[in-house]
């Protein structure tokens, strides 16, 4: 069952091209954590990073294009974005290229959110939330703010500018990000009564 009511059923297909391009940037997680952690190589994890991050709209936007909409994407698509998101921020903290503050600020609200859907596929194994515009929205802002943030605060060219940049999608990010908690905690709570 959907959150919203507006997610059509998937195939039950697993190698379809998004699905693929989905593991590829799982695979890619250790690759940019351990070129970030590396002093000599992190210009080019926090560009690998971006890059992975940035790509994640397409996976989802070649499925409903090509009708390869699969039960296994609707899952492994968010869940390659929060293992990215998660795995990256811990990388550029340890690394010291972004605040501590903001990185738990945003890992908080992700666990928050585990949490909740953990608990709706332990009450209904066929419920499921649809993702809302205002958490895709908030997704991109945080993750062009954490790369954009991290190459400032680590003085690469063009460092001040990147930090304006960077905070200026921060801010109203990480406010977007949890109002859309609230809201798939509210369908949550819909799912569950109707259920």
């Not at 250790?30 to 210009?43: A, H, S």
């Not at 954490?146 to 460092?159: D, E, M, Q, T």
Request: aromatic share 8%; glycine share 10%; net charge neutral.
């Amino acid at each position: 069952m959907s959150g919203t009511g507006e997610s059509a059923p998937g195939s039950s297909a697993i190698l379809t091209v998004p699905n693929v391009l989905s593991f590829i940037r799982i695979a890619l997680i250790p690759v940019f954590c351990w070129l970030i952690v590396d002093e000599d190589t992190t210009m080019a994890g926090i560009l690998l990073f971006g890059a992975v991050v940035a790509t994640d709209w397409v996976d989802g936007t070649i499925a409903r294009r090509t009708g390869q909409v699969t039960e296994l994407g609707k899952v492994l698509d968010p869940v390659a974005d929060r293992l990215s998101i998660a795995a990256g921020l811990v990388a550029l903290m340890a690394r010291g290229a972004f605040p501590v503050w903001a990185g738990v600020a945003i890992l908080a609200r992700d666990v928050v959110v585990v949490i909740a859907g953990a608990i709706l596929l332990v009450g209904r194994r066929h419920a499921r939330l649809d993702v809302r515009f205002i958490g895709k929205v908030a997704t991109m802002s945080l993750m062009t703010a954490v790369p954009v943030i991290s190459w400032g605060n680590l003085g690469f060219p063009l460092a001040d500018a990147a930090l304006v940049v960077g905070w200026i999608s921060f801010a109203p990010g990480i406010v977007e990000y949890y109002v859309a908690a609230a809201v798939y905690l509210g369908d949550l709570g819909r799912t569950r009564t109707v259920a």
